[in-house]
Nanobody, 116 residues
Framework: QAQLVESGGGLVQPGGSLTLSCATS????????MSWYRQAPGKERELVAT????????SYADSVKDRFIISRDNAKSTVSLQMNSLKPEDTAVYYC?????????WGQGTQVTVSS
């Protein structure tokens, strides 16, 4: 059974940094493209960043480009999201996602709140 467990969320001041981690098990992690999504209150879930299975292709939403960095460790089956220069509009629940063809797995989410 696939499991994805996010950690690292919390309260941070504007301009600060946080690193989210997603520990996974129960599926062939190295085959999967891994992504981070977020959902703010009253808004649709949106894609933040994606990293290909080998880590050779990375993409970001325009709103986080040049501020966030996604990375993965296939040996440890983990994916991370380093978030810098955080803004109040980055406040959301952040979700880890793994996708391979029609297989699609989600974590339970971790809250990130950016506020002074």
């Amino acid at each position: 059974q696939a499991q994805l467990v996010e950690s690292g969320g919390g309260l941070v001041q504007p301009g600060g940094s946080l690193t989210l981690s997603c520990a996974t098990s129960g599926f062939s992690f190295s085959r999967y493209a891994m992504s981070w999504y977020r959902q703010a209150p009253g808004k649709e879930r949106e894609l933040v960043a994606t990293i290909a299975s080998a880590g050779d292709k990375i993409s970001y939403a325009d709103s986080v480009k040049d501020r966030f960095i996604i990375s993965r460790d296939n040996a440890k089956s983990t994916v991370s999201l380093q978030m810098n220069s955080l803004k109040p509009e980055d406040t959301a629940v952040y979700y880890c996602n793994g996708k391979w063809f029609t297989l699609n797995y989600w974590g339970q989410g971790t809250q990130v709140t950016v506020s002074s």
